[in-house]
């Protein structure tokens, strides 16, 4: 009797040992899962209190950290996060520019812990900055470029409602949204960032540079240099691979539409940025943007928060480009023969 019962514990704690493993093995996924700021496609309704006063007079070469605390709610719970923040950004943080900087975001692991937040030390946060339906487009551009890699930046819309703690300015609500920290997607894609000078475009990843200089043709924008790293961090997913250009800051797409870059926003104003590409090169790229073309749509006409006159603009200046990429002709015409010999 007693052998059996020895028996029995002995095979109740081994049991007990396998469970205490599989559930270790498998913790990462777990506490991951369901949990990350970037999980949710939905808004974050936000509450930021800081000194806005003192933050928006703070936009310098050299600017301060301010005390800052986030507040939201979370299964019907409210949580409320210690934080500092600062302006950041270049063309947006003049005030002549924009009455709101863009803003980083810092939160200490002690005040992450249990939330949203808690794989996010640091944050980029877009903010308002005239109109509101430029930070909405913006926000749809990484939506889009997400439909082609996964080698993108992660961006979580918000409703952020902005409380002054001395009392001074009246709360005001904006949408904005944060974006994935570069060492974060890096740690994503199980590589690193790249932070080694580059001087040629051949030592960069072919397929996902092609798919860059696409994507901003279609999109609109020339504000961006790979080598130059201007709006283009580099990542290399494995050791031995290529680094892969990841874009971001597209608020000078045509597609946006922003008023303060003052910039021509017509279809036609398109360039594939001194890239040459042959006839079979832009047939591999234009299958994959052909691919997403119906998903482009579905996501403007059911995004709401936008306006019907701007989605249909956005959706409009899609399919100029879309027009083009579908007939062999007309790439020829736009893409390649401007382009000279060089792609082909």
């Given at each position: 009797m007693i052998a059996l019962s020895k028996l029995f514990i002995d095979q109740v704690m081994k049991a007990q040992i396998l469970l205490v493993?599989?559930?270790l093995a498998l913790s990462p996924f777990i506490s991951y899962s369901q949990t990350d700021l970037f999980d949710d496609t939905t808004a974050l309704k936000l509450t930021i209190l800081s000194d806005w006063d003192s933050l928006l007079h703070d936009r310098g070469d050299s600017v301060?950290?301010?005390?800052?605390?986030?507040?939201?709610?979370?299964?019907?719970?409210?949580?409320?996060?210690?934080?500092?923040?600062?302006?950041?950004?270049?063309?947006?943080?003049n005030p002549a520019v924009c009455t709101f900087p863009p803003i980083k975001v810092y939160i200490d692991k002690e005040y992450r812990k249990g939330t949203l937040f808690a794989k996010h030390k640091a944050l980029k946060l877009v903010c308002h900055c005239r109109e509101e339906s430029a930070i909405l487009q913006e926000y749809l551009l990484?939506?889009?470029?997400?439909?082609?890699?996964?080698?993108?930046?992660?961006?979580?819309?918000?409703?952020?409602?902005?409380?002054d703690l001395k009392g001074t300015r009246p709360p005001e609500k904006h949408y904005g949204f944060f974006i994935e920290d570069d060492k974060r997607v890096a740690k994503r894609m199980g590589g690193k960032r790249f932070d080694d000078p580059i001087t040629r475009l051949d030592s960069i990843d072919k397929d996902q540079l092609h798919l860059v200089h696409a994507f901003m043709y279609m999109s609109g924008n020339m504000d961006w240099n790979v080598l130059m790293r201007k709006n283009v961090k580099l990542i290399t997913p494995q050791k031995g691979q290529l680094p892969l250009p990841v874009p971001y800051d597209f608020d000078w797409s045509g597609v946006v539409n922003a008023s303060y870059t003052g910039i021509d926003q017509t279809f036609e104003r398109r360039d594939m940025h001194g890239l040459c590409l042959s006839m079979e090169e832009w047939k591999n790229l234009s299958a994959k943007f052909l691919a997403i073309e119906d998903e482009v749509k579905d996501l403007y006409k059911g995004f709401y928060r936008l306006d019907l006159e701007e989605r249909t603009r956005a959706i409009q200046y899609y399919k100029y480009f879309f027009k083009i990429i579908s007939k062999e002709s007309k790439i020829q015409q736009r893409l390649i023969d401007p382009c000279g010999s060089e792609g082909e």
């Amino acid at each position: 009797m007693i052998a059996l019962s020895k028996l029995f514990i002995d095979q109740v704690m081994k049991a007990q040992i396998l469970l205490v493993a599989l559930i270790l093995a498998l913790s990462p996924f777990i506490s991951y899962s369901q949990t990350d700021l970037f999980d949710d496609t939905t808004a974050l309704k936000l509450t930021i209190l800081s000194d806005w006063d003192s933050l928006l007079h703070d936009r310098g070469d050299s600017v301060s950290l301010h005390k800052a605390r986030l507040n939201y709610q979370k299964d019907g719970e409210r949580k409320s996060i210690r934080a500092k923040i600062r302006s950041r950004g270049n063309f947006r943080k003049n005030p002549a520019v924009c009455t709101f900087p863009p803003i980083k975001v810092y939160i200490d692991k002690e005040y992450r812990k249990g939330t949203l937040f808690a794989k996010h030390k640091a944050l980029k946060l877009v903010c308002h900055c005239r109109e509101e339906s430029a930070i909405l487009q913006e926000y749809l551009l990484y939506k889009v470029y997400q439909m082609l890699t996964p080698y993108s930046f992660s961006v979580r819309l918000a409703e952020i409602t902005y409380v002054d703690l001395k009392g001074t300015r009246p709360p005001e609500k904006h949408y904005g949204f944060f974006i994935e920290d570069d060492k974060r997607v890096a740690k994503r894609m199980g590589g690193k960032r790249f932070d080694d000078p580059i001087t040629r475009l051949d030592s960069i990843d072919k397929d996902q540079l092609h798919l860059v200089h696409a994507f901003m043709y279609m999109s609109g924008n020339m504000d961006w240099n790979v080598l130059m790293r201007k709006n283009v961090k580099l990542i290399t997913p494995q050791k031995g691979q290529l680094p892969l250009p990841v874009p971001y800051d597209f608020d000078w797409s045509g597609v946006v539409n922003a008023s303060y870059t003052g910039i021509d926003q017509t279809f036609e104003r398109r360039d594939m940025h001194g890239l040459c590409l042959s006839m079979e090169e832009w047939k591999n790229l234009s299958a994959k943007f052909l691919a997403i073309e119906d998903e482009v749509k579905d996501l403007y006409k059911g995004f709401y928060r936008l306006d019907l006159e701007e989605r249909t603009r956005a959706i409009q200046y899609y399919k100029y480009f879309f027009k083009i990429i579908s007939k062999e002709s007309k790439i020829q015409q736009r893409l390649i023969d401007p382009c000279g010999s060089e792609g082909e």
